[in-house]
């Protein structure tokens, strides 16, 4: 099992290594980014299990613009605001924005462990469902059975794993990297065309036919399972 990857945009370097220090002591591997701009984009190309995100930052881009363009792409990645901005009227706007909770400075260690441990318990029950549903797809987790507006599809073992993985993270954009690290347990680019091919053979199975096309390809970014328009 790997371990818990959490994503930390936070601009002041003290409160950074002091993140980094604990949360790498209690097991975690941490990305950090030291600006909003930089923020967004490990944000948007990596597979995070939990975010921890300044409010305010230097990069052109703050902490609840980087929420609300991650919620507006389809990224349901739990979100933890740090912030010395304590108003309620300051809470408000960042969980409006789409974050999960919202810890204010200076904070107890103890504390954002807890919130953290209650973030990823909240995010482990919803994977623990036994069935997932896309639109008219479904697939059974126990009996592995999937179908497609009533009709049984036969997949392969790893046809099934990159179906389960897109339909745990439907409606999000989902790239090449994520599926060879999640679905193949490649962590590199071994320069293959693996994903792609399996891609053509699912679209094959689910989507050949069907009035509505689930799986899309994004441009220069990935693939997304979807039923919305």
Known sequence: MRPMK?????????????????????GYTIDHAENGRDGMLFAASENYDVIIMDRMLPGGVDGLAIIEALRKTGNKTPI????ALSDVEE????????CDDYLVKPFAFGELLAR????????????D??????????MDLLTHKVKRGGRALSLQPTEFKLLEYLMRH??????????????????FDPQTNVVDV???????????????QLLRTIRNAGYMLTAND
Do not use: C, P
């Not at 809470?91 to 789409?98: E, M, T, V, Y």
């Open 198 to 212: 399996h891609i053509s053979k699912l679209r094959q199975k689910f989507d050949t036919g069907a009035s509505r």
């Open 91 to 98: 809470r408000i706007r960042g969980l409006k924005a789409g």
């Open 116 to 127: 953290l441990d209650a973030l990823l318990r909240r995010t482990q029950e919803k994977r």
């Open 80 to 83: 933890m605001i740090l912030s």
């Open 170 to 187: 439907s409606d999000q954009v989902v790239t090449r990297t994520m599926l060879l690290e999640n679905v193949w347990d490649y962590h």
């Open 6 to 26: 959490i994503l930390i945009v936070e601009d002041n370097e003290r409160v950074a290594l002091f993140l980094k220090s604990g949360l790498m002591e209690a």
């Open 129 to 138: 469902e036994t069935t997932l549903t896309v639109g008219d797809l479904t």
